[in-house]
T-cell receptor, first 111, second 117 residues
Framework: GQNIDQPTEMTATEGAIVQINCTYQTSGFNGLFWYQQHAGEAPTFLSYNVLDGLEEKGRFSSFLSRSKGYSYLLLKELQMKDSASYLC????????????FGAGTRLFVKA | SAVISQKPSRDICQRGTSLTIQCQVDSQVTMMFWYRQQPGQSLTLIAT?????????ESGFVIDKFPISRPNLTFSTLTVSNMSPEDSSIYLCSVDPQDRGGADTQYFGPGTRLTVL
């Protein structure tokens, strides 16, 4: 089966750095996404990793290790507006592409 | 990129009725996806809708409850049939341009917020 795990909630302080981990067990791996979702809104794309290593994009970085089935999203210089849910999602190719989502991590940024 | 619109944006329905949600994309895509997001939870894939073939449903979802149409490469509908309060969710349409090559993201519509009384 396909399984994606990430912490349910995290709390961090404004200006700090936070790392949100994601582990997955899937077949037909074809890439890993991170999405940000504010309450009542659709998910917003943050990053996509298909090869091992670190992808940096401004205050956000995402890391992937395919051999370990592991990814993390790193958020630097946290701002209050970063309080949201962060969704780890894996694209799989099982004769056709589809994307499976983890349960999401709710991040609370406090002053 | 792809711009996706959904209709209606929200609706309040009575138990036992059906609602059809429309999804329109501004470009042609082979694969469209329908997701459900129940309150406080993440996204669950309902089905994959490919133009010209029957939709492929995920475990726990059946065609009688969630019939899907995909008449062309830019449009799809999802019907939520014989609704109950447990169907209260946000329903999201999504496209994955991977089938066109070179893209690295998946696009979501704004969602349809359904409340069943």
């Amino acid at each position: 089966g396909q399984n994606i795990d990430q912490p349910t909630e995290m709390t961090a302080t404004e200006g700090a750095i936070v790392q949100i981990n994601c582990t997955y067990q899937t077949s037909g791996f074809n890439g890993l996404f991170w999405y940000q979702q504010h309450a009542g809104e659709a998910p917003t794309f943050l990053s996509y990793n298909v090869l091992d290593g670190l992808e940096e994009k401004g205050r956000f970085s995402s890391f992937l290790s395919r051999s370990k089935g592991y990814s993390y999203l790193l958020l630097k210089e946290l701002q209050m507006k970063d309080s949201a849910s962060y969704l780890c999602a894996v694209r799989v190719d099982t004769g056709g592409f589809k994307t499976i989502f983890g349960a999401g991590t709710r991040l609370f940024v406090k002053a | 990129s792809a711009v996706i619109s959904q209709k209606p944006s929200r609706d309040i329905c009575q138990r036992g009725t059906s609602l059809t949600i429309q999804c329109q994309v501004d470009s042609q895509v082979t694969m469209m996806f329908w997701y459900r997001q129940q309150p406080g939870q993440s996204l669950t894939l309902i089905a994959t809708a490919n133009q010209g073939s029957e939709a492929t449903y995920e475990s726990g979802f059946v065609i009688d409850k969630f019939p899907i149409s995909r008449p062309n490469l830019t449009f799809s509908t999802l019907t939520v049939s014989n609704m109950s309060p447990e169907d209260s969710s946000i329903y999201l349409c999504s496209v994955d341009p991977q089938d066109r090559g070179g893209a690295d993201t998946q696009y979501f519509g704004p969602g349809t917020r359904l409340t069943v009384l």
